[in-house]
């Protein structure tokens, strides 16, 4: 398409965003930041031409109509689905849009009242990392989170609070998310992996309860209060293995299916995203910034800059004082997920471990920033900064950002120091035993 106007361009690239999207057969999709920037009106018609099924809970029009419907229910395998939407309040941007985002916990209570009745129901957000959480703890009865925007994008696995299985996708269609939640039961609440070796550990020590309380009992003349407490001590720790035990299997699956070019492009929506081409306004702008360039040089060529004596060095301009730019190959966190693609043995066994934990510990309470330092990972992308809320693997192995497989770029035994960043008794009372402590978590499974 010739480059031309703005208006035009965006509409035939909505109209290609959603002919791809349908090709997917959705059922609903949520109303995010991003699919009103141009407008409420500009959406709705989207929604009527290609008949998209957009939900949002809580945008309301100035008249105090809501424009999306609010709601949907879905039919699955006989069970009816209510999945509500909610899409994040920016009032001043909301004013000038001419509409007004309902509070979510309001929005998401009066919406539930709505679908009374369902046996599942999921809430697409749009709210952040941080108010899903919220969201799921304040508000309850909703079973599964599908959230997006602010906050850390795609977990390894899904996060829990209280009753509700929390998700994150990730942006511009680079994966998709899979939850299998069949014959699962939800009466009882999302049950997570448990880890081994707690299954284990447990088990031996009421083996050892058990030997004392008979050990007790054969005496010539058994303590009757000692036998109370020690026939106290095996009834618990059976109650606790046994709910160990009956928390597995977990009560779903969850995998993420990367798009990358082991899957093949669709043939006309390839063709259509060649021939729509660039956005006007940027192609404007980079000629713009082309002639400038242009003009900078021709001057430069006129009046070229002196070379530095230290005259003219004292005289130039202090240089910002920014941090130096670091050299290409300065390893940084790449982050679990990517790690997992090669090491999904590895990866399992970590899920079991606490450290995939870690970063629920801190939601349990008001968390500081001085907590994330051993309870969240940092990550660094080759622009910007995230983190992931978890012991990942970087933590220990290092940063792996230069290891491409084999044994390069990426250490494989974990020295005592470095667990010692972590646990050196920040909270009293666990004591850190290395020889111990290592062989819970190595992932190879060595130690158990
Ligand atoms: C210096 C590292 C470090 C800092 C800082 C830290 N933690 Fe921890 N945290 C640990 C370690 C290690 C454990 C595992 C138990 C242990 O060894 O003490 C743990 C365990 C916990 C647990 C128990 C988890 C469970 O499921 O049993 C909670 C809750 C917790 N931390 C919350 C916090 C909060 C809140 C903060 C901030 C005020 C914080 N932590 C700061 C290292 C740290
Ligand atoms: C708390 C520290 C810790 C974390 C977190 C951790 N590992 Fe490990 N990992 C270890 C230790 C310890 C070993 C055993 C090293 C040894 O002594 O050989 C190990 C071993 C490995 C090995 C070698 C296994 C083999 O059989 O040769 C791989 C690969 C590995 N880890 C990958 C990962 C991946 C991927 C993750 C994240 C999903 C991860 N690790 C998270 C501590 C950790
Ligand atoms: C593109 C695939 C790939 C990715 C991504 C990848 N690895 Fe590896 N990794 C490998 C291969 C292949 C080996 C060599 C296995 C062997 O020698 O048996 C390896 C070896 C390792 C080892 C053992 C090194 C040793 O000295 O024996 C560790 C630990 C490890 N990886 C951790 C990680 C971590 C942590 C990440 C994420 C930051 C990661 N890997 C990402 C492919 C990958
Ligand atoms: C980046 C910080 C960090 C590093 C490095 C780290 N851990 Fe941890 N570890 C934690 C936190 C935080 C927890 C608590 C997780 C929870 O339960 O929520 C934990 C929990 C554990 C637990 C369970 C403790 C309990 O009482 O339940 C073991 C065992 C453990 N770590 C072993 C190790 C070993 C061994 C290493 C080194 C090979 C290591 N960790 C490295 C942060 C770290």
């Known amino acids: 398409m010739p480059v031309g106007d703005e208006r035009q361009w965006l509409e035939s690239r909505a109209a290609l965003i959603a002919d791809s999207l ?14 009103i920037v141009n407008g409420v009106p500009f959406l709705l018609g989207l929604m009527d031409k290609y008949d998209l099924p957009l939900i949002s809970s809580n945008i309301v029009l100035d008249n105090g109509k809501h424009p999306f419907p609010r709601a949907k229910i879905i039919d699955w395998r006989g069970k009816k689905v209510a999945v509500i939407g ?12 001419g509409i007004r985002v309902e509070g979510w916990e309001e929005s998401a209570r009066r919406t539930l009242e709505l679908v009374k009745g369902a046996d599942i129901v999921v809430a697409l957000s749009d709210l952040g990392f941080d108010d899903e959480h919220e969201l799921a703890r304040r508000v309850p009865g909703i079973n599964i989170i599908i959230g997006g925007g602010q906050g850390q994008r795609l977990l390894p696995d899904p996060s829990r609070v209280g009753d509700t299985l929390i998700l994150r996708a990730s942006d511009r269609g680079r994966q998709i998310g899979e939850l299998n939640i069949a014959g699962a039961s939800l009466s009882g609440g999302w049950r997570l992996p448990v880890a081994p070796y707690q299954v284990d550990s447990t088990r031996a020590e009421l083996e050892k309860a058990r030997l004392a309380l008979d ?8 303590s009757s209060a000692e036998v109370e407490r020690l026939g106290k001590g095996v009834e618990i720790l059976s109650r606790s293995l046994k709910t160990l035990e009956g928390a597995r299997p977990v009560s779903f699956s969850h995998k993420t299916i990367y798009l990358d070019d082991s899957v093949k492009d669709d043939a006309a929506i390839a063709k259509a995203v060649s021939s729509l081409g660039p956005n006007p306004e940027e192609v404007r702008r980079e000629e713009i910034a082309r002639q400038a360039m242009e003009l900078a040089k021709k001057n430069q060529a006129l009046n070229p800059t002196p070379a530095p004596t230290p005259k003219n060095r004292q005289a130039a301009p202090k240089a910002e004082a920014s941090p130096p730019a670091p050299p290409d190959n300065t390893p940084y966190n790449t982050g679990t997920v990517l790690c997992r693609k090669c090491h999904q043995k590895e990866y399992d066994f970590w899920v079991k471990t606490p450290h995939y934990r870690a970063g629920n510990a801190l939601y349990r309470q008001k968390a500081e920033g001085e907590c994330f330092s051993c309870h969240y990972t940092k990550l660094v992308f080759s622009s910007g900064a995230a983190v992931e809320q978890v012991v990942g693997c970087e933590a220990c192995h290092g940063r792996g950002s230069l290891h ?3 044994k390069e770029g990426i250490s494989r035994a974990v020295e005592e120091s470095s667990c010692k960043r972590c646990h050196l008794g920040f909270h009293e009372g666990k004591v850190f035993d290395f020889k111990r402590d290592y062989g819970k978590i190595r992932c190879d499974g060595k130690g158990l």
Not at 86 to 97: A, C, F, G, I, N
Not at 215 to 222: F, I, R
């Open 22 to 35: 349908l090709k997917m057969k959705p059922d609903v999709f949520g109303v995010g930041r991003k699919d």
């Open 86 to 97: 909610l899409t994040y309040p920016m009032p001043e941007r909301d004013r000038s849009l």
């Open 215 to 222: 050990a007790e009992k054969k005496k010539p003349s058994p």
């Open 404 to 406: 491409k497989g084999g």
